[in-house]
């Protein structure tokens, strides 16, 4: 059984910085890509990062340049440092994680946490 537990969340003033971070936990054989997504009230799920094993990473074009995406992968976590956050960062963020078990590949998600920006 795998589980992705995210923590770091909360509620921050307009130009704070917060540090998110996501850790899985289980019998894990490999760890793949892990991805940070986040979702507004009334709105879709959307990627903010990802990073693959290899370490190459992706963002969105809204949060260039003020997140940064890490891995460790000695403790199976991921990590999304938010820096400049605006009121339109406020949303639940998730962590989603491709990863392989004894029981085969499989696609993960958290719980969860929420991201309050306040203007």
């Known amino acids: 059984q795998v589980q992705l537990v995210e923590s770091g969340g909360g509620l921050v003033q307009t130009g704070e910085s917060l540090r998110l971070s996501c850790v899985a936990s289980?019998?894990?054989?490999?760890?793949?890509?892990m991805n940070w997504y986040r979702q507004a009230p009334g709105k879709q799920r959307d990627l903010v990062a990802n990073i693959r094993s290899g370490g190459s990473t992706n963002y969105a074009d809204s949060v260039k340049g003020r997140f940064t995406i890490s891995r460790d992968n000695g403790k199976n976590t991921v990590y999304l440092q938010m820096n400049s956050l605006k009121p339109e960062d406020t949303a639940v963020y998730y962590c989603n994680v491709a990863l392989m078990t004894s029981s085969g590949y499989g696609n993960y998600w958290g719980q969860g946490t929420q991201v309050t920006v306040s203007s």
């Open positions: 289980g019998t894990i054989f490999s760890i793949y890509t």
